[in-house]
């Protein structure tokens, strides 16, 4: 009998956190495989489909045999509508040797910090945030350096300022915000582009939600100046806006050095994305743009719903969301007695009522939940309907 093989993981993936918000998906569809009827307000994926033109493309595609390796930094024709979309709704000019075409918006934001940043290097993340950023920053060697945005959850030039030291390398910006939904106010970009300059800091801008707002113009940082442009990684794609998520497909645009050696660490990691989703992202910039503003109108209801089922649970406080399609709820007032924390509270939640948030803790903000309105208005009136009633019952 051969002897046990001890199987030793690197420190460094041993120390990785699996993906708060995946990790309750998989627990969601176990459940729903299950036979039970969970009601999921945790997933950031839109319920819409991608739009009939999308899809119509890329079958062409694949009937016209288009199915093999493309250049790595992706098809001409694609980084080109990239240029022209940047340039026209951002403000933000760039060639098309300044963008790199990937699999997601997640996995270019993992190689901008692998690009940028090393050992002894600190990155400063204002939390609320998408935990995905801490975990890739560790993974590059960096320090991610926490700053608490107190509600309303919008970013400020003196928020950063406090803890900038001679090792920061990089400010990581998203607006609008997951999970807050809070939008960067442009004359707080201003002034953040200014200290940036001054302190020649790097910012990995993600703007994967610029399209989902409400009343608050989204800026790109880029666009103030060519000064800060030289120092900013824009992030950006298509899942949310042109409900792609399966497609996983994104861009990332940046000074040409930059986004050269993002090429080549994706040349020696996955090479291209897929060559039918690029011809779809090419169908979703230069096609029709109707169904992105009537995927936003319903969003927009969802959120006015919200706020008025929301504003009448006396034990709950939160700020309505200037885009992204979160509410981030405080319920701080609801723990202590039986419940000792947000995640304890959610689990509970899912145990009882078979609604599934997002706690606080994924966010490094514990005391509240994440809850999701890209999930149909039946779904949210039905969770909001099985909350109400599970904090009548502790109350």
């Known amino acids: 009998m051969l002897p046990k093989l001890t199987i030793m993981i690197s420190k460094h993936i041993q120390q990785l956190k699996q993906s708060p918000t995946l990790g309750l998906d998989a627990k969601v569809r176990q459940l729903q495989a299950e036979g039970v009827l969970v009601v999921n307000l945790g997933l950031g994926e839109p319920d819409f489909i991608t739009p009939w033109h999308i899809r119509r493309v890329a079958i062409a595609a694949i009937k016209a045999g288009f199915t093999h390796y493309t250049i790595t930094a992706g098809i001409p024709e694609l980084r080109e509508a990239i240029c022209k979309k940047l340039l026209e709704e951002n403000g933000v000019s760039c060639h098309p040797s300044e963008i790199v075409v990937g699999v997601g918006t997640k996995q270019l934001l993992y190689h901008a910090f692998q690009v940028l940043c090393e050992e002894g290097d600190e990155v400063i993340i204002p939390i609320p945030t998408w935990s995905t950023y801490i975990e890739q920053i560790k993974l590059s060697g960096a320090t991610p350096v926490l700053i608490?945005?107190?509600?309303?959850?919008?970013?400020?030039?003196?928020?950063?300022?406090?803890?900038?030291?001679?090792?920061?390398?990089?400010?990581?910006l998203n607006s609008p915000s997951n999970p807050t939904g809070a939008v960067i106010e442009k004359k707080q970009l201003i002034r953040i582009a200014k200290l940036a300059v001054e302190k020649s800091i790097f910012v990995i801008s993600d703007e994967i939600y610029e399209k989902i707002t409400f009343g608050k113009k989204h800026h790109s940082i880029a666009s103030l100046g060519k000064k800060i442009k030289q120092l900013t990684v824009t992030i950006n794609g298509f899942s949310k806006s042109y409900a792609m998520t399966g497609w996983r497909i994104g861009y990332a645009a940046g000074p040409k050095e930059i986004i050269e050696a993002m090429v080549s660490l994706q040349s020696q990691t996955t090479s291209n994305t897929s060559s039918i989703s690029q011809k779809a992202a090419l169908a979703a910039l230069t096609g029709s743009q109707e169904s992105v503003e009537l995927m936003r109108l319903e969003l927009e209801k969802r959120r006015g719903y919200l706020i008025k089922e929301l504003s009448k649970i006396k034990e709950i406080s939160f700020v309505s969301p200037d885009g992204a399609f979160y509410f981030f709820v405080d319920i701080k007032q609801l723990l202590g007695r039986r419940f000792r924390s947000s995640k304890e509270w959610c689990q509970k939640l899912l145990e009882e009522e078979k609604v599934a948030l997002v706690p606080g803790e994924a966010f490094m903000c514990p005391g509240y939940f994440r809850l999701s309105f890209a999930a149909s208005m039946k779904h949210v009136k039905e969770g909001i309907k099985r909350i109400s009633r599970f904090i009548k019952k502790y109350d």
């Open 148 to 172: 608490s945005i107190e509600s309303p959850f919008r970013l400020t030039a003196e928020d950063l300022e406090k803890r900038i030291t001679p090792k920061t390398k990089v400010i990581l």
